[in-house]
């Protein structure tokens, strides 16, 4: 029996993790089940939206979605592959995790539960395993060459962010 291998559509990384991007995921995928978080599992909605772009993956580390009324942590693209955001220069998106958070945070605030699950489930333990310091959290729009991106929306705070980091600190 004759297997083909075909390529991957992954581009391997190859520098080490220094930097954690912010994103949500109604910048990319254009399907309405991504654009709005309810209480309803919406991830399909993400993946559909990979077979209709054709990409390898999900172009995100990890995806958080909110399912009957608690927020889970997907998983989504392992670290040996870098997620491509054409917008980002090279030197950051080449040593990045990307997280994209469901839903579209331009006109929905964001649920404190959803910073805790942010923090304690995806930055605090990043950040301790690769030692990527809070200054080097940015999101998306912080870094784009596109100054008319709002992501990760502008009802997402930094600054509440970095505070349930402080608050769930692994030590």
């Known amino acids: 029996m004759d297997v083909k291998i075909k390529p991957s559509l992954l581009t391997?990384?190859?520098n080490k993790l220094r930097y954690i991007i912010l994103h949500h995921?109604?910048?990319?995928?254009?399907?309405?089940?991504?654009?709005?978080n309810n209480n309803k599992y919406q991830m399909k909605g993400i993946y559909d939206g990979t077979l209709e772009l054709k990409h390898g993956d999900v172009n995100y580390n990890f995806v958080i979605d909110k399912i009957d009324g608690e927020f889970s942590v997907f998983t989504c693209r392992p670290f040996t592959f870098l997620c491509d955001f054409d917008d980002i220069p090279d030197q950051y998106n080449r040593s990045a995790v990307h997280i994209g958070l469901?839903?579209?945070y331009d006109f929905k605030i964001s649920e404190k539960r959803c910073y805790e699950i942010l923090a304690y489930r995806i930055l605090n333990p990043i950040s301790k395993m690769f030692k990527i310091p809070e200054t080097n959290i940015f999101f998306h729009r912080e870094l784009s060459d596109?100054?008319?991106?709002?992501c990760?929306?502008?009802f997402v705070d930094k600054t509440v962010i970095i505070s349930m980091m402080r608050k769930y600190?692994?030590?």
């Open 12 to 14: 391997i990384r190859r």
């Open 25 to 36: 995921t109604s910048e990319i995928y254009k399907d309405s089940k991504s654009k709005i």
């Open 102 to 104: 469901m839903g579209n």
């Open 146 to 150: 596109n100054k008319d991106l709002t």
């Open 152 to 154: 990760p929306g502008l």
């Open 169 to 171: 600190l692994i030590k």
